[in-house]
């Protein structure tokens, strides 16, 4: 095989890769699209003197939005609940409002708020998890998980525990609506369509379809006695490693679109990057780690599995798609060679298909939200995509070829910016 024999024959396996992925982008969006917006919440009726949620807030240095977070926190409205904040903070600032909250809350102003303050990052966000699992409630019942720049509604815990019943529900996730700052600039409008694509389509259609969906670290509910069991692994994506392992042993994580809580985008490329870097990273790491024991489960089906594979090769797909893209810049340097081999123009048919699922599939999260008037905002999501692609190659790999990695918190500005 010559030269241009082998760059033809890698660009198409490569674009039959993307191909795949696209087939299941419009899968997910036509289940998506055919699936109820509105579940019937409410099926399980929380009896008030057996069910206690604990709401943890693992916070590291959120000046901005730690108020905000807490007087979202300390105002549900049902069932009964306590607010646990661990605080990682050595900036003075954030630990200094904490303590204001803690002084209320011994005054009784705001007594189910308790803040605990760490003196290390051990074990990152997995770790001061860890310490609000130890220190919750005996009577908990649910635990409830919050980033630091969430604004949570009043009703969304007694919207949480409806879904919880008897069907083996142990694990609820829901709607991360990055969307506070969506109007502050160009990064945040391509962000704000990354979310909605993401939960909308490709969770909402994996849910729809039953098959293998993952945690996606913050606005997710589990039981207590189940987080008692397997705890939270201190790794930089603890969400992904307990995903994992809960579905390994039979459990199943049940995402609900409805249950939306808002939050804000990274704001600039820099922020970002680092906050992509450590999900590809830490994503990957856990696939790789995790990827014979979920092939070799009993308690999953062939979908379950075929599932994970996409979601577990998300971030790799990215060094393909690099790659591929360095091929069709060498195909078009040099066309003589390359474009009358029928093996190139397979690739670029397959390529010309699989174009118009992401569009279709961002145009169809937007319109199932309601969100009609953020349409405008796709090609700046994914001129995002474009320009990130190296980076998450980079980081990608990285996951695979290593084994420990470090948590870049990313920086929250508390300003909000969207359309009313």
């Known amino acids: 095989m010559n030269v241009v024999e082998l760059i033809s024959f890698t660009g198409f396996v490569e674009t039959v890769v993307l191909f795949l992925y696209a087939l299941r982008w419009y899968l997910f969006t036509s289940v ?41 926190c300390a105002s549900f409205n049902s069932p009964p609940y306590e607010v646990l904040v661990i605080d990682d903070s050595d900036d003075g600032e954030t630990t200094r409002k904490l303590r204001a909250w803690q002084r209320r809350a011994n005054r009784g102003l705001s007594r189910n708020v308790r803040v605990i303050h760490r003196d290390s990052r051990m074990g990152w966000k997995g770790g001061a998890l860890n310490v609000g699992l130890d220190n919750v409630d005996p009577r908990s019942s649910h635990v ?65 379809l039953g098959l293998f969906s993952p945690l996606t670290g913050s606005v997710y509910m589990v039981r207590t006695d189940v987080l008692r069991k397997f705890r939270f692994a201190e790794v930089t994506t603890e969400d992904a490693e307990l995903s994992m392992r809960l579905y390994e042993s039979g459990y ?16 600039t490329l820099r922020r970002l990057f680092r906050q992509q870097m450590r999900w590809a990273e ?48 060498v195909t078009l340097l040099f066309p003589r060679y390359f474009l009358p081999l029928p093996i190139v123009q397979a690739s ?73």
């Open 252 to 267: 199943r994580v049940l995402f609900d679109p409805t249950l939306v809580a808002s939050a804000e985008c990274p704001s």
């Open 32 to 72: 998506a699209l055919k699936r109820k917006r509105v579940r019937d919440l409410g099926k399980f009726d929380c009896d008030r003197s057996s069910c206690l949620v604990s709401v943890l807030l693992p916070v590291y240095n959120e000046p901005n939005v730690v108020d905000r977070l807490l007087k979202s």
């Open 144 to 208: 409830l998980i919050f980033d630091a720049d969430f604004v949570p509604p009043s009703d969304l815990i007694g919207r949480f525990v409806g879904c919880f019943g008897d069907d083996g529900v142990v694990a609820v996730q829901g709607y991360q609506r990055h969307d506070l700052n969506a109007e502050e600039n160009w990064v945040t409008k391509g962000v704000r369509v990354w979310h909605s694509l993401y939960n909308m389509v490709e969770l909402n259609g994996q849910s729809g």
């Open 348 to 420: 670029l048919l397959l390529f010309m298909i699989s174009i118009p699922s992401g569009i279709s599939a961002s145009l169809a999260a937007l319109s199932i939200e309601g969100a009609r008037r953020d349409f405008k905002k796709i090609p700046c999501a994914w001129i995002l995509n474009f320009i990130m692609t190296p980076v998450v190659a980079f980081a990608a790999l990285k996951g695979v070829l290593t084994t420990r990695g470090y948590f870049h918190r990313t920086y929250k500005t508390g300003k909000i910016a969207r359309t009313p």
């Open 282 to 329: 830490g994503h990957t790491r856990a696939f790789r780690d995790h990827f014979l024991k979920i092939l070799r489960s009993k308690f999953l089906s062939l979908g379950d599995k075929v599932n994970f594979l996409f979601v577990g090769f998300a971030f790799l797909n990215s060094v393909l798609v690099f790659a591929l893209t360095l091929g069709w810049l």
